[in-house]
């Protein structure tokens, strides 16, 4: 599966921004897929995932409330909704595809987008 992230923009805190990720070349339906973040000096986080049909959903307690994740498998895209942005949020934004079952770690996916970058003003 090949990823390609957009959405990431300047935003003041308390905004929201809709990241999407757009995925070609392999069974969409067949992965689970997940957002992850790295801010400047720091590892790459889990932010959320979304089961294969989207009947499932995971968040990290950091955004969970503000953020949601979705999918549409007809269009093979998921998005990203972030609302009450804070600026700890600032990251580069990545979605990724995983076909095994660790949906809280990046080595369980297979596939990155190239990630995109959300910064959030006070």
């Known amino acids: 599966v090949q990823l390609q992230a957009s959405g990431g923009g300047l935003v003041q805190a308390g905004g929201s921004l809709k990241l999407s990720c757009a995925a070609s070349?392999?069974?969409?339906?067949?992965?689970?897929m997940g957002w992850f973040r790295q801010a400047p000096g720091k590892e790459r986080e889990f932010v959320a995932a979304?089961?294969?049909?989207?009947?499932?959903?995971w968040y990290t307690d950091s955004v969970k409330g503000r953020f949601t994740i979705s999918r549409d498998n007809a269009k093979n895209t998921i998005d990203l909704q972030m609302n009450t942005l804070k600026p700890e949020d600032t990251a580069v934004y990545y979605c990724?595809?995983?076909?095994?079952?660790?949906?809280?770690?990046?080595?369980?996916?297979?596939?990155w987008g190239q990630g995109t970058l959300v910064t959030v003003s006070s």
């Open positions: 990724a595809a995983s076909t095994s079952l660790g949906v809280y770690y990046a080595r369980a996916y297979d596939s």
């Open positions: 070349r392999g069974t969409f339906s067949s992965v689970v």
């Open positions: 979304i089961s294969r049909s989207g009947g499932s959903t």
